[in-house]
């Protein structure tokens, strides 16, 4: 188990640590978690698709996804003049997944996370 935290960079000493720190800098922004959300449940978007579920315009969401590219969570494919959105991996998606879990721990009461595992 050791070696697997180590060969991962789990450890508090890891390398990784600051490359973290970027990644959650990096959705440090309500738009940016919004957009990474919208293309976990929708798998791929336009940019005007993307404005459209969001509820910013057009062109605050491409400065958005240029930084998200940079910080290569999303990847493009362009068909003809339009370009289209996608989450580069699933982790992106996992870790906003969790913050809003963990945000819904910060509320109080039982999180809508976890209603299913007490109804059971």
């Known amino acids: 188990m050791d070696a697997d935290n180590e060969a991962c ?8 640590v600051e490359l ?6 990096m959705l440090a922004d309500a738009t940016r978690v919004r957009i990474i959300l919208a293309l976990k449940e929708s798998g791929e978007l336009s940019v005007n698709a993307i ?3 969001v509820d910013k315009s057009p ?6 996804l240029a930084k998200l590219r940079l ?5 493009t494919r362009q068909d003809g003049t339009r370009v289209f959105y996608r989450l580069t991996d699933e982790h992106a998606g996992r ?5 809003i879990f963990q945000a819904e721990h910060a509320l109080g009461g039982t999180p809508h996370h976890h209603r299913e595992e007490v109804d059971a």
């Open 71 to 75: 910080g290569r969570m999303v990847s």
């Open 59 to 64: 062109a605050a969401v491409s400065q958005h």
């Open 20 to 25: 973290a720190v970027e990644v959650f800098s």
């Open 95 to 99: 870790l906003v997944t969790d913050a």
């Open 51 to 53: 404005a459209g579920i």
């Open 9 to 16: 960079g789990r450890k508090p000493e890891s390398p990784y």
